[in-house]
């Protein structure tokens, strides 16, 4: 939902900046999964998030949530990159490796 998309990159923004690094941003809104989720269809929803992930595997190095619903998404699926599903522990995490 873009509701949460834009306050998410910003805080991942804010923080990259607090931390003296100089990150890019590729936020990607998954259309229709949110529909799904609101309408029941929550696998058809999972399968949304696995297919966006798929494609974002090859383009960047971590990938944060911006719902932490999103997360039952990836449980039990073998990811090629880290999927942070929780967005303050996720920031917190992106922080702390932009800090070293």
């Known amino acids: 939902m873009s509701t949460t998309l ?26 229709g999964a949110f529909q799904f989720r609101a309408g029941g269809d929550v696998e058809a929803h999972d399968v949304q998030i696995r297919l966006a992930l798929e494609g974002l595997s090859q383009k960047v190095d971590v990938v944060v949530f911006a719902q932490a619903s999103m997360a039952r998404a990836v449980r039990g699926t073998v990811q090629k990159l880290p999927v942070l599903t929780s967005p303050v522990l996720g920031v917190e995490n992106v922080k702390r490796r932009l800090e070293r």
């Open 6 to 31: 834009v306050p998410t990159v910003d805080l991942l923004k804010r923080k990259a900046r607090e931390a003296g690094k100089d990150v890019a941003v590729d936020d990607v809104l998954v259309e």
